[in-house]
Antibody, heavy 119, light 113 residues
Framework: QVQLVESGGGLVKPGGSLRLSCAASGFSFSDYYMSWIRQAPGKGLEWLSYINGSSSIIYYADSVKGRFTISRDNAKNSLYLQMNSLRVEDTAVYYC????????????WGQGTLVTVSS | DYVVTQSPDSLAVSLGERATINCKSSQSVFYSSDNKNYLAWYQQKPGQPPKLLIYWASTRESGVPDRFSGSGSGTDFTLTISSLQAEDVAVYYCQQYFRTPYTFGQGTKLEIK
């Protein structure tokens, strides 16, 4: 069965950096677009970025463009999110999610990893 | 960006009664080439990731009870729970995936009256 497991969250000071990882299993990882989606405490869902299977197509939401970098290692079945210049408003649970061929709705989600940006 | 707005923000319905949640996109999410509406619905319970309920506006995901249904086209969509069960208490989100950035509605909190 499909499993997505995020890691790497934690407490970081404003201006700091953090790298999130998402370990995927149960499917052919390189065949799928992967996304990062976040949810601030008590708030709604915000899609951040996606990357295609070959890493040739990448898109970012304006809120993270220039600060966050999505990447993947298909040999390790892993998705990453490098987060730089972190702000207090980046505090959220970060989910990795997988869509389906032909449709960017999210059938599979990880349990999420909490990132707290605070001094 | 496509702005997606849900109504109401919260809803209280008696057990066994119908619950209706609305979702409106600022631009059409209907693609005439494949005759599909690029709109999904999710259910989120506390401490859990969202769960996909409906995609292509009206296609129920496998395993989702048939009391959940989606309808609408273009810019206006509805999620209907025909007979509310206790386990349906959750926050519901719609999402457009017609254009990046993919955007979600603000969520509708569904409670028991």
């Amino acid at each position: 069965q499909v499993q997505l497991v995020e890691s790497g969250g934690g407490l970081v000071k404003p201006g700091g950096s953090l790298r999130l990882s998402c370990a995927a299993s149960g499917f052919s990882f390189s065949d799928y677009y992967m996304s990062w989606i976040r949810q601030a405490p008590g708030k709604g869902l915000e899609w951040l970025s996606y990357i295609n299977g070959s890493s040739s197509i990448i898109y970012y939401a304006d809120s993270v463009k220039g600060r966050f970098t999505i990447s993947r290692d298909n040999a390790k079945n892993s998705l990453y999110l490098q987060m730089n210049s972190l702000r207090v408003e980046d505090t959220a649970v970060y989910y990795c999610a997988r869509g389906v061929p032909g449709g960017s709705f999210f059938l599979h989600w990880g349990q999420g990893t909490l990132v707290t940006v605070s001094s | 960006d496509y702005v997606v707005t849900q109504s109401p923000d919260s809803l209280a319905v008696s057990l066994g009664e119908r619950a209706t949640i609305n979702c409106k996109s600022s631009q059409s999410v209907f693609y005439s080439s494949d005759n599909k509406n690029y709109l999904a619905w999710y259910q989120q319970k506390p401490g859990q990731p969202p769960k996909l309920l409906i995609y292509w506006a009206s296609t129920r995901e496998s395993g989702v009870p048939d009391r959940f249904s989606g309808s609408g086209s273009g810019t206006d969509f509805t999620l209907t729970i025909s007979s509310l069960q206790a386990e349906d208490v959750a926050v519901y989100y719609c999402q457009q995936y017609f254009r990046t950035p993919y955007t979600f509605g603000q969520g509708t909190k569904l409670e028991i009256k």
